[in-house]
């Protein structure tokens, strides 16, 4: 029994060490694709351009990933996992909508201004990007404009108008624009957003009128 005991131990440790070894080159493919996104974006990511930088034969990368769509999937996760967004469940503990608000576009333009040489690239490469992606970024915007709308007292078009200005407030490229085109520092553009919002909150005149709408 000693010698059966013995005998195993050495090919349970092989075992371990082979799967070590697989789970490190993911990692390295992983991580390639992550910088060729980064650099060159996702439309100029290949297959070999992955296997060149983690080091690997082309095989090695299909062995893992059997095509690219699963690579950008992985990628995604780890990039997320180094560079995740801000978490809007400290935003719902502030009970002003104001400035609940001006807090999650803090959090969210300060993310921006890291994350934009990524994002730039997968934006402009969107018909490379899976369909996934856009899912779950969808989604992940939904529940912040959720929270920066709630508590908010406006009803009917004033309502719509408040959740449109708190969509393009979160937008990517409105930041883009503010900061980057426009030279805005990143509070003035918190500020202008915060004030944007205010301003489609309020009464519209005659415009919301029930004689107008007809």
Same mark, same amino acid.
């Given at each position: 029994?000693?010698?059966?005991?013995?005998?195993?131990? #050495?090919?349970?440790?092989?075992?371990? !060490?082979? @799967?070590?070894?697989?789970?490190?080159? +993911? $990692?390295?493919? %992983? =991580?390639a694709a992550v910088k060729l996104h980064?650099?060159?974006?996702?439309?100029?990511?290949?297959?070999?351009?992955?296997?060149?930088?983690?080091?690997?034969?082309?095989?090695?990368?299909?062995?893992?990933?059997?095509?690219?769509?699963?690579?950008?999937?992985?990628?995604?996760?780890?990039?997320?996992?180094?560079?995740?967004? #801000?978490?809007?469940?400290?935003?719902? !503990?502030? @009970?002003?909508?104001?400035?609940?608000? +001006? $807090?999650?576009? %803090? =959090?969210?333009?300060?993310?921006?201004?890291?994350?934009?040489?990524?994002?730039?690239?997968?934006?402009?490469?969107?018909?490379?990007?899976?369909?996934?992606?856009?899912?779950?970024?969808?989604?992940?915007?939904?529940?912040?404009?959720?929270?920066?709308?709630?508590?908010?007292?406006?009803?009917?078009?004033?309502?719509?108008?408040?959740?449109?200005?708190?969509?393009?407030?979160?937008?990517?490229?409105?930041?883009?624009?503010?900061?980057?085109?426009?030279?805005?520092?990143?509070?003035?553009?918190?500020?202008?957003?915060?004030?944007?919002v205010s301003a489609a909150g309020r009464?519209?005149?005659?415009?919301?009128?029930?004689?107008?709408?007809?």
């Amino acid at each position: 029994m000693t010698n059966e005991t013995t005998a195993r131990t #050495p090919r349970v440790y092989r075992k371990r !060490r082979r @799967a070590e070894q697989e789970a490190e080159t +993911r $990692r390295h493919i %992983t =991580e390639a694709a992550v910088k060729l996104h980064g650099t060159v974006g996702p439309a100029r990511t290949t297959i070999s351009g992955i296997a060149a930088e983690a080091g690997v034969q082309r095989a090695t990368v299909y062995r893992h990933f059997p095509d690219l769509e699963s690579v950008f999937m992985a990628c995604s996760a780890h990039w997320a996992s180094l560079n995740p967004p #801000p978490d809007p469940a400290a935003w719902e !503990r502030i @009970a002003d909508p104001g400035e609940r608000l +001006r $807090r999650g576009l %803090t =959090e969210l333009y300060r993310w921006y201004v890291w994350a934009e040489p990524m994002l730039t690239n997968v934006r402009r490469d969107a018909q490379s990007v899976p369909a996934a992606i856009w899912d779950a970024s969808h989604q992940l915007f939904a529940s912040l404009a959720a929270v920066l709308i709630r508590g908010r007292r406006v009803r009917g078009r004033a309502r719509a108008r408040v959740a449109a200005a708190i969509g393009h407030a979160l937008d990517f490229e409105t930041w883009r624009s503010l900061t980057r085109e426009h030279g805005l520092e990143l509070g003035e553009a918190v500020d202008l957003m915060v004030d944007l919002v205010s301003a489609a909150g309020r009464p519209q005149g005659r415009s919301d009128s029930p004689a107008m709408r007809r």
